[in-house]
Nanobody, 121 residues
């Protein structure tokens, strides 16, 4: 069973920066699109950013210009660099990847368990 493991969350002051990372826990066959979503208390999960295997990135309007998604295909890892953090960025951040665990399976969506980001003074 492949799991996505996130790291890098924590407490940061407004205006600060954090970098999240996410990678599969074991070996896989292939990964297509990867991305980050977040869920704030009392709100629905929302898209933060996605990136294709070829490196084409898309960022939600709420984070455009402040957050940057990148990936390292050699390491099967996706990153989210978050700058100029605001209190409204406080949420649990979830990693997503469309991946095939083996060559006997088609790719399908996998989610991480989430990493908490708190922006507060």
């Amino acid at each position: 069973q492949v799991a996505l493991v996130e790291s890098g969350g924590g407490l940061v002051q407004p205006g600060g920066s954090l970098t999240l990372s996410c990678a599969p826990s074991g070996s896989i066959f292939s990964i297509n699109a990867m991305g980050w979503y977040r869920q704030a208390p009392g709100k629905q999960r929302e898209l933060v950013a996605t990136i294709t295997k070829g490196g084409i990135a898309n960022h939600a309007d709420a984070v455009k210009g402040r957050f940057t998604i990148t990936r390292d295909n050699a390491k099967n890892t996706v990153y989210l660099r978050m700058d100029s953090l605001k209190p409204e960025d406080t949420a649990v951040y979830y990693c997503y990847a469309d991946l095939a665990p083996s060559d006997a399976q088609p790719p399908w969506g996998h989610w991480g368990r989430g990493t908490r980001v708190t922006v507060s003074s």
